[in-house]
C-alpha cells in the first residue's frame, strides 16, 4: 500500500502565496514523475505543475512565473511554492505520483486533495 498525504492549503488573499506538501510512502520502490493538479468546481481536473525524478519540470501556462514545484527524491516528497496567487486558482489541489511499488508493478497514486481558496 502507497499513501500519499498533501498539506498546506487554506484561504489566502489576492497577491498572496501558499505552499503545499506531499509526501509519499509505504511500500515504494521509486517514483518516477510526480505532479499538481487541480479541480475547479464545474471544471476538469487540470494538470498544474509536473516533476521527473531528474528535476525536469513543465507547468500549466496559466501559472507558469508564479508556481514553482520542487521534490526530495530521498523522502519522497513534493512540494508547490504558489505566489501571486489569483481568485481564478481557487480549486482542490491533488498530489499525483507515478511510481513503482515493491511488488514490481508501477501505479499512479493520487493524494486525497487539498482545498485553495483565493478570496478577499
Known amino acids: 500500500q502507497v499513501q500519499l498525504v498533501e498539506s498546506g492549503g487554506g484561504l489566502v488573499q489576492p497577491g498572496g502565496s501558499l505552499r503545499l506538501s506531499c509526501a509519499a510512502s509505504?511500500?515504494?520502490?521509486?517514483?518516477?514523475?510526480m505532479g499538481w493538479y487541480r479541480q475547479a468546481p464545474g471544471k476538469q481536473r487540470e494538470l498544474v505543475a509536473a516533476?521527473?525524478?531528474?528535476?525536469?519540470?513543465n507547468y500549466a501556462d496559466s501559472v507558469k512565473g508564479r508556481f514553482t514545484i520542487s521534490r526530495d527524491n530521498a523522502n519522497n516528497t513534493v512540494w508547490l511554492q504558489m505566489n501571486s496567487l489569483r481568485p481564478e486558482d481557487t480549486a482542490v489541489y491533488y498530489c499525483?505520483?507515478?511510481?513503482?511499488?515493491?511488488?514490481?508493478?508501477?501505479?499512479?497514486?493520487w493524494g486525497q486533495g487539498t482545498q485553495v481558496t483565493v478570496s478577499s
Open positions: 499525483s505520483a507515478d511510481l513503482l511499488a515493491k511488488d514490481g508493478y508501477q501505479y499512479d497514486y
Open positions: 509505504g511500500s515504494i520502490f521509486s517514483i518516477n514523475a
Open positions: 516533476i521527473s525524478s531528474g528535476g525536469s519540470t
